[in-house]
């Protein structure tokens, strides 16, 4: 990837990373995925525990985390739902 195309995605991802606190990005296997800070959790994971779970609460329990960074992660995949069920299907390779 060119510099200045690997500088604009990095940019473009701090600037998510201050609007979504606790979500950070890191390179896998379908390449560049949004995760929750400081846990080794795909937003596409939290997404599916939530959708089980059926509460912030419960998801929150799950995890031992914050309902806020549950709540957080959530708000995340709404605003990017496209680009999160792509990072979920090039994990579990649906």
Known sequence: MEAATLGSLYLK?????????????????GGREAYVLGHRVGIWEVVEVHLEAKTVAKTARHFRW???LVRCALAFAK????????????????
């Open 79 to 94: 605003a990017y739902a496209v680009e999160v069920e792509q990072q979920r299907q090039a994990e579990v390779g649906a």
């Open 66 to 68: 914050p309902p806020a």
């Open 13 to 29: 991802e701090k600037a998510l990373e201050e609007e979504y606190p606790g979500v950070g990005f890191r390179d896998s296997v």
